[in-house]
């Protein structure tokens, strides 16, 4: 049976860990040749090798103009093509509002902003060069509404929105599709490092999601999947919220 992905050469950032382990690995099961891309080398390495297969794994900071042009012509000398984008990378921090600084801002959106703004130029070229492609971008249901602590961060997952949606209409005519991801709270490290394990384990606290857990990151990986695939062929410009609920119900 053919994968929906067969053919097709994926670049998956922050594909370490989380969810963006679980997209790549879901990539590369429907057919892909995957290239996870972390700052993490050990992890990355680790993780693409335990993948198996076409898995590869290139050192990228998603700040690094110059590194995403290394990466990207690498992906192209090696494959003769680069047909899926997922900018998945991203730092997460959270604190009141009052006491970010302009610096500490900058900081992360350099990751979630910036990175995913260099790596739409970066790929462009060789997604117009192969006929089109998909270019995922990850949001954050702190994207789409307001949360306590969530000031920084929300700032560049609702700004990240807004880059989609313009970088699709641009693009339109090359033949790529720009979408957007939007998990809310999914299991693993990076949820787990900023919740402590007895609030997530705490029934009241999944009280306002009606699905009432967290997601697993192969849930979010499926719906990548599908917006990489020419299952979407006419999905551009649009968001997939992934958040059990939870957003669809205040």
Known sequence: MTGRLEGKVALVTGAAQGH???????????GAIVVLADVAVEAGAAAAA??????EFAALDVSDEAAWRSVVDGIVARHGRLDVL???????RTGPLLDESPQSLARLADVNLYG??????????????????SII?????????????HGAYGLSKWALRGLTRVAAVELAP?????????????AG?????????EVLADPAHWA??????????EEVARAAVFLASDDSSYVTATELVVDGGSTGTG
């Open 86 to 92: 997922l900018n998945n990378a991203a730092r997460y």
């Open 208 to 217: 306002g999601t009606p699905l009432a857990r967290a997601g697993r990151p």
């Open 20 to 30: 963006g382990l679980a997209e790549a690995r879901a990539f590369a099961a429907e």
């Open 50 to 55: 335990d993948i198996g297969g076409t898995a």
């Open 174 to 186: 090359l033949g790529i599709r720009v979408t957007c991801l939007i998990p809310g709270a999914v």
């Open 137 to 149: 971008n990850v949001s954050s249901t702190a994207g789409l509404t307001g949360y306590a602590g």
């Open 116 to 133: 995913p703004f260099l790596g739409i130029q970066a790929v462009a070229k060789p997604m117009t060069a192969g006929g089109g492609g």
């Open 189 to 197: 490290p990076m949820l787990e490092s900023n919740v402590p394990p």
